[in-house]
């Protein structure tokens, strides 16, 4: 759980994403607040505001601020019992037979300066030999640290760096390099490909065989983690391998992994079913066969209509050539639909865009889920589906059309929801040790890398063990300021209810119509006495441009009044109109038109009141 954050820190994490492309906004706030303060107190920073300030006035302060952030504390075969685990009783699965030839993929996430990525290639030239190493196995390693992947790419390590692998490994794959460094094999080290890539952000590198991501996640949010993972799911194949750093034990996610040695902290992807529907082709009839052609189109016919699913048929034109009867009932379709372009239809767009998915299918003709598709039936109540567009193939293999089923998991969705309120307090317990241990690891790693930059103090060790002192005392006032903003924020929810109800009343009573745009001239409110008078609904307008409305007053007229008031040219604007209102009859409109303005004074937009006079207006040819 991350404690109530200041809002300059907000902003100043905005502005490191939109500015520079590293979104933090998914970290740890303790955490990542702890390592900002850091270089704060260096700068002589006074409030995250002023360092918001001084980021933008000293644009080299951007890589000491990554730097601390980004706690690049690795090694070689860190962890030595949990690397021997995965080397000699998980490795056998991912390779196969050593004599095999298909190729391994490998990806090292958040791989750091490369250290534990090396060690990857290391123990794979052990199990399969160099020769089948160069041969097979390709290693993507990544990171959102630039300088970190220049240092990873060089290959070049201290004497000191490498000092922790046993001497046959070192002398076996590191050669001489610049005075007290060594460098890894440059034969072996062209199986190794670098480059930035945000865990957060970028789509995940695909069809892995072994996934190597060792105490990153511990710094992410409960929410990150699982997208992070769900991205993990999606990149292995299935049975895949993924191994993770000692602090983190995969809580929740058993939809996605399974332990394969929890110690270790060694997982396989759980595969999930696939389901793809076929259609039979048509092929060109034979006139012999022509009737028995026609019994097996209306056999097929009747088998879509009696689909316990939703399913849609569509051609390579675009053309809508197939609906189920439980797809006509629930997208409201006539079996006139049939035949027409699915671009002229509703379901083209709604519960989702399917034609962009279709196009997608025609570019890579393969099945594509999407799973939890929210869409409300006509009473008002919420189904959730799962669809699947499967190409559809005739004998040469071309893809003659597309189907889409929609799934009805609406119960399945229900279920989970009443399974994880059940699981609520047990998921907490959880939560809070894993929280705890991930602080714990967090802070060791801390102290780490503060040893190696500053060798000659230990005042960072004091500040350490000081934290994890009062860690405690922390979480317990965490606790109440979240109860106490919880119950401020019901309060104002009340107030804010209490606002609106009155609002609605006020513009109920009045007499005259009453029209709130904002700066863009678009309406942002429409009072009951407005629909009345021009017969369109609240809803129907509102977003709208007011001067693109089709009622029975000349908005054109208007614009320049509108513009005076919104641009603060005139405080009051008042124009008498000829118009219709909505049940044809001539009036003559009385509008006057003020500027609205919030408390701090900023012209927002502005107000119309429309008068109808009782009298109608005689015609121009009377």
């Not at 390779?95 to 958040?110: E, N």
Request: glycine letters at 6%; proline letters at 4%; one cysteine or more.
């Amino acid at each position: 759980m991350n404690p109530p954050s200041d809002p300059h820190f907000e902003r100043l994490l905005e502005f490191l994403r939109d500015g520079r492309g590293f979104d933090f906004t998914g970290y740890k706030r303790s955490t990542l607040v702890r390592r900002v303060e850091k270089r704060m107190a260096e700068v002589e920073a006074e409030d995250f505001a002023a360092y918001h300030a001084f980021l933008e006035a000293h644009p080299g302060e951007f890589t000491a601020l990554f730097n601390t952030i980004l706690i690049n504390v690795t090694g070689f075969w860190r962890d030595p019992e949990a690397w021997a685990a995965l080397m000699n009783e998980h490795l056998a699965p991912v390779v196969g037979d050593p004599d095999a030839d298909w190729p391994v993929r490998v990806w090292s996430a958040a791989c750091a300066s490369g250290e534990e990525t090396y060690t990857l290639a290391m123990m794979f030239a052990e199990v399969l030999g160099t020769e089948q190493f160069r041969r097979r196995v390709k290693i993507y390693a990544t990171d959102v640290d630039e300088e970190a992947l220049a240092h990873a790419r060089s290959a070049t390590y201290s004497e000191r760096a490498t000092e922790s692998l046993p001497v046959e490994l070192r002398d076996r794959y590191f050669e001489p390099a610049q005075v007290g460094a060594k460098g890894f094999r440059t034969d072996l080290r062209r199986q190794v490909i670098f480059g930035r890539h945000d865990l957060v952000r970028d789509a995940p590198i695909s069809h892995l065989d072994l996934l190597v991501s060792r105490n990153a996640l511990m710094y992410f949010n409960s929410e990150t983690q699982g997208r992070i993972l769900t991205r993990f799911h999606f990149g292995l194949k299935d049975g895949g391998t993924l191994f993770l750093g000692k602090a983190e034990m995969m809580r929740s996610h058993g939809d996605l992994f399974a332990p394969a040695d929890l110690k270790a902290r060694i997982f396989r992807k759980v595969a999930r079913a696939a389901r793809r529907d076929r259609l039979l082709s048509l092929g060109q009839p034979r006139a012999e066969g022509h009737e028995r052609l026609v019994q097996q189109l209306r056999i097929r016919e009747a088998a879509l209509e009696v689909q316990p699913s939703a399913q849609l048929v569509v051609d390579r034109n675009g053309t809508l050539v197939a609906a189920s009867a439980q797809a006509r009932a629930l997208f409201g379709l006539a079996p006139a639909d049939v035949g027409r372009s699915l671009h002229d239809l509703t379901v083209s767009y709604r519960p989702m865009e399917l034609r962009s998915r279709i196009e997608q299918v025609y570019a890579d003709p393969r099945v594509l889920h999407l799973p939890g598709v929210d869409h409300p039936l006509a009473d008002g109540v919420m189904r959730t589906f799962d669809v699947t567009l499967s190409p559809l193939v005739d004998r040469d293999a071309a893809t003659v059309g597309v189907s889409v089923a929609f799934v009805d998991v609406s119960t399945v969705h229900r279920v989970r929801a009443q399974l994880m309120e059940t699981n609520q307090e047990l998921e907490r317990a959880f939560e809070e040790l894993q929280s705890t241990n991930e602080e714990m690891e967090t802070t060791n790693e801390e102290l780490q890398s503060t040893v190696e930059e500053l060798e000659t103090t230990n005042e960072e060790l004091q500040s350490s063990n000081e934290e994890l002192e009062t860690m405690n005392e922390e979480l317990q006032s965490t606790n109440e300021e979240l109860e106490t903003i919880n119950n401020e924020i019901q309060r104002r929810t009340g107030e804010l209810n209490d606002v609106n109800t009155y609002m609605t009343a006020i513009l109920t009573s009045l007499r005259s119509a009453v029209v709130v745009l904002d700066r863009g001239s678009d309406i942002r409110i429409w009072s009951r006495k407005a629909e009345d008078l021009w017969g369109l609904r609240g809803e129907e307008v509102e977003g709208v441009a007011f001067q693109n409305l089709d009622i029975g007053l000349p908005v054109e007229r208007l614009k320049a009044p509108i513009r005076a008031c919104i641009e603060g040219r005139s405080e009051h604007e008042e124009i008498t109109l000829d118009a219709v209102n909505r049940r044809g009859r001539a009036i003559r409109c009385q509008i006057s038109c003020t500027p609205f303005a919030g408390a701090d004074r900023e012209i927002r937009g502005a107000v119309l009141v429309m008068h109808e006079y009782e009298e109608a207006v005689e015609s121009a040819a009377g």
